[in-house]
């Protein structure tokens, strides 16, 4: 069997905020055999990630982790799609998959252990793009940084920057259910509006309405903050930072603003970690892995009960992945973004 696949690439390497001139779409045919022990996904739905900026980048420190993208390559991303092929006992036509495949109609791939894929339960009821959000990288993210890495109790004080977004959007309703006080920051009235709302986070703020970041945490937090979850870095880390209690933990899940802008990188006060006894620790979605079922299954059970609000902002086609990626940095998403293409 051959297809002709249509596939997303980058025409450069990406300096600075990323534009829809960045990218080009490329044909190429892919080619399964009976007895090539591979497996031919058509996709159906792809997950757009503020991260993948950094791997498009010549130099970045994510290369120590995970692989660069090259010019007129495809590009790997966490994905749901059909098998209408397979040369593997493990999987038939007609399942439904969800891991990393790519920004493509099609993906060829050969089932290992280092190959991160698992079936979809077509009996959950869940909407099929949930696997690449909710129940995929961004609830393991939002999962396991916020109860492995902040480590709530209840009643600490948490404040979730880019809390509209796909994992913060879960974090604050993770850290309502564990009985916490939280609050979060976005950069519109609507997306406010939305975490207060319909979120149900304690309080929220248009952080570009706050000309200093440090008094204004302060008046959300009298009595300071006990978990940052970290989406945003520059400004915005240094004024977390300067409200964290004593014994404070700072989850860094990413920080957007220096993805493109190295000049807002930020400076923290390493007095206040030293004396405060600040924990602060990077991690990313695959850190945790092995609790991906243990994850998952909590979620799920939430998300059935309505105890968590899921919410998505889809684009259709393929064509319209450069300008989903673009959106990510100009603000205009909300909640996880994904691309549908079948």
Known sequence: MEVQNRYIAIRH?????????????????????????????????LSIDPYQLNRMKRQSASHHSVDVILPGERIASTAVGEVIA??????????????????????????SPAVLMGKVDASSGFPLSYHVGVLGTSG??????????????????????????????????????????????????????????????????????????KSALKKYFPDGIDIYFENVGGEMLEAALANMNTYGRVAVCGVIAEYTDAGRRASPDFLEIIYKRIT??????????GKFHEYMGIIGDWT?????????DVSDGLESVPSAFAALYRGQNVGKKLVKLA
Not at 13 to 37: I, L, M, N, Q, Y
Not at 86 to 106: H, K, P, R
């Open 140 to 213: 393991m993210t939002a999962y396991g940084g916020f109860f492995e890495v902040g480590k709530p109790k209840k009643g600490d004080k948490v404040f979730v920057s880019a809390a509209s977004g796909s994992v913060g959007s879960l974090v604050g309703q993770f850290a309502k259910l564990a009985g916490c006080y939280v609050v979060g920051c976005a950069g519109t009235k609507d997306k406010v509006d939305m975490l207060k709302d319909k979120l149900g986070f304690d309080d929220a703020f248009n952080y570009k309405e706050e000309p200093d970041l």
């Open 86 to 111: 397979s040369a593997c006992a493990e999987y038939e036509v007609g399942d439904v998959v969800a891991g990393v495949l790519a920004w493509e109609e099609y993906t060829l791939f050969r089932p």
């Open 304 to 312: 059935r009960e309505g105890k968590i609000q899921v919410v998505e």
């Open 280 to 289: 602060l620790r990077g991690f990313f979605a695959y850190d945790f892995m």
């Open 13 to 45: 390497h990406v300096e600075g905020s990323p534009s829809e001139d960045d990218f080009e779409v490329k044909t190429a045919p892919v080619r399964w055999t009976p007895d090539s022990g591979e497996v031919l996904v058509k996709n159906l739905y």
